[in-house]
Structures are given as C-alpha cells and as structure tokens.
T-cell receptor, first 114, second 114 residues
Framework: DGGITQSPKYLFRKEGQNVTLSCEQN?????MYWYRQDPGQGLRLIYY???????QKGDIAEGYSVSREKKESFPLTVTSAQKNPTAFYLC?????????????FGPGTRLTVL | AQSVTQLGSHVSVSEGALVLLRCNYS??????LFWYVQYPNQGLQLLLK??????LVKGINGFEAEFKKSETSFHLTKPSAHMSDAAEYFC????????????FGTGTRLTVIP
C-alpha cells in the first residue's frame, strides 16, 4: 500500500521536552515538506527538503529541526525553543510531472503540550 | 508572487442544496490551481486541479471548479450537498515552475444541515 505514514497520530509533550514526529513515504518522491496547521490559519510551511541530505527553512522554522538522511524519511523535531507547539502537523511529498508540482499529504500528527 | 483568498471561513448549506466555496488567486504567471479537502483529524486529499486546457475541471465526490482568468477565480461547486461533504476545504495556487511553490488559502469549513 503506497503512501505517506505519520506517527504517532497523537502526541503529548511536557513543556521543555523535545519530541520527534515521524514521516515516512514509499512514493519515491524526491521532495518532502512539513506544515503546521492552526485553526483559522491554514497551512504554514516549517521546513522542506528537495533531496537527501539537504533541506531549507520555511516560513516558521524557529524552534524546529529536521533531517533527511534517507529519501523515504523526513523526521521533524519540535524543540523546547518552540514556544507554542500545540498544533496539527502535516507531512507532504511532492511529485513533479510535466512541469506540475503536486503535493500529497500524510494523515497528520496532533501535538499537545501539557 | 502567488497568493490565495478564500471568502468565508464558514459556509453552511442544507442537504441537497448547492455548494459554492469561493477562491480568488493572485499570480504573476499562469497559475496551477488546486482544491483540497480535509476531514477532521486527517490529512489533505486532492479534490481537483487546474493546469491548462479546459477551464471547467471535474473532481472527486461530484465537485467541480471553473477557472476564470478574467475574474482571477477558481470557485468550487457541487450541485447537491451531502452530509458526507462536511469538511474543511483549501484552495491552493502554484506557478508553472519551482518547488516550494504551493500557497494555500486559510480554508473554508463547510457544514451541511440535515
């Protein structure tokens, strides 16, 4: 079954703790993205990676870190420096075909800070 | 630069009534346009997309959208709402080239009244 897997689905964190959100894909897409979703604000880009061992900051990268050691995996770490981490986090991959860049989304992880 | 405006953060319709969700875009180059749907606590699913050619685009679940260049609009419609259509809908725009190039609107939450 091809697709994008995000785990865990729900995650609870105490203040001051780092947590890592997993994103795995078997679609063989080169580019992967992390978005944060808050009510009424749509999707905001955290980080993206177009190729293994390379990634770029998005609009709201402060307090987050990523790695891209394998094509299939793009984990996101929410550090203690992120002051308001409670949100829904979405991972996406990107397919390029005929000049069209099309994104596909995972099921999301809901992070709650206690 | 590209941007999207979705008019109305909440839309309510009666079951069986017409669904109309509005999206206006801004783009300095010919755009690619997308509509995504998100059910509670799930990722985004592509409903339909406009690239080139026919301006009336049909998608899944009976939805369609019409690209109107003169009005810079890409409104989403469905002739008859079903209870299962209740979800959040996102319009997005990208340019012809370049990754990290998908800009989302803030979303419209559709409620279907029985």
């Amino acid at each position: 079954d091809g697709g994008i897997t995000q785990s865990p689905k729900y995650l609870f964190r105490k203040e001051g703790q780092n947590v890592t959100l997993s994103c795995e894909q078997n679609l063989n897409h080169d580019a992967m993205y992390w978005y944060r979703q808050d009510p009424g604000q749509g999707l905001r880009l955290i980080y993206y990676s177009q190729i293994v061992n390379d990634f770029q900051k998005g609009d709201i990268a402060e307090g987050y870190s990523v790695s891209r050691e394998k094509k299939e995996s793009f984990p996101l770490t929410v550090t203690s420096a992120q002051k308001n981490p409670t949100a829904f986090y979405l991972c996406a991959t990107e397919r390029v075909a005929g000049g069209l860049y099309e994104q596909f989304f995972g099921p999301g992880t809901r992070l709650t800070v206690l | 630069a590209q941007s999207v405006t979705q008019l109305g953060s909440h839309v309510s319709v009666s079951e069986g009534a017409l669904v109309l969700l509005r999206c206006n875009y801004s783009s300095s180059v010919p755009p690619y346009l997308f509509w995504y749907v998100q059910y509670p606590n799930q990722g985004l699913q592509l409903l339909l997309k406009y690239t080139t050619g026919a301006t009336l685009v049909k998608g899944i679940n009976g939805f369609e959208a019409e690209f109107k260049k003169s009005e810079t609009s890409f409104h989403l419609t469905k002739p008859s709402a079903h209870m299962s259509d209740a979800a959040e809908y996102f319009c997005a725009v990208s340019a012809l080239t370049g990754a990290n190039n998908l800009f989302f609107g803030t979303g419209t939450r559709l409620t279907v009244i029985p």
